[in-house]
Nanobody, 115 residues
Framework: QVKLVEFGGGLVQSGGSLRLSCAAS????????VRWYRQAPGKQRELIAS???????NYGDSVKGRFTISRENAKNAVILQMNSLIPEDTAAYYC?????????WGQGTQVTVSS
């Protein structure tokens, strides 16, 4: 079965860190563009980070300098390391894999940052 599954969400205090993982099955993730999105209640889904198959990274202004996207090829996964978290980072986080014939979404993982 071809799917993405996110892991690593949870409750953290402001200033803390979390490490989200997007694990793939059925595809080899390193060959695909992978994006992390988030959606807070009542807000539109926001693209926060992307990682191309060639290694190019891009970040949304709201997370630049705090979040890092990277590959963990041995686990067929993409990692979102989130540091210096603030309450405004509270949202459901989703990964998306895009490529030839592929447009996959995970089920999401909740991140809650307390002040």
């Amino acid at each position: 079965q071809v799917k993405l599954v996110e892991f690593g969400g949870g409750l953290v205090q402001s200033g803390g860190s979390l490490r989200l993982s997007c694990a793939a099955s059925g595809i080899t993730l390193k060959y695909y563009l992978v994006r992390w999105y988030r959606q807070a209640p009542g807000k539109q889904r926001e693209l926060i980070a992307s990682l191309g198959s060639e290694g190019t990274t891009n970040y949304g202004d709201s997370v630049k300098g705090r979040f890092t996207i990277s590959r963990e090829n041995a686990k067929n996964a993409v990692i979102l390391q989130m540091n210096s978290l603030i309450p405004e980072d509270t949202a459901a986080y989703y990964c998306n894999s895009l490529g030839a014939g592929v447009n996959l979404w995970g089920q999401g993982t909740q991140v809650t940052v307390s002040s």
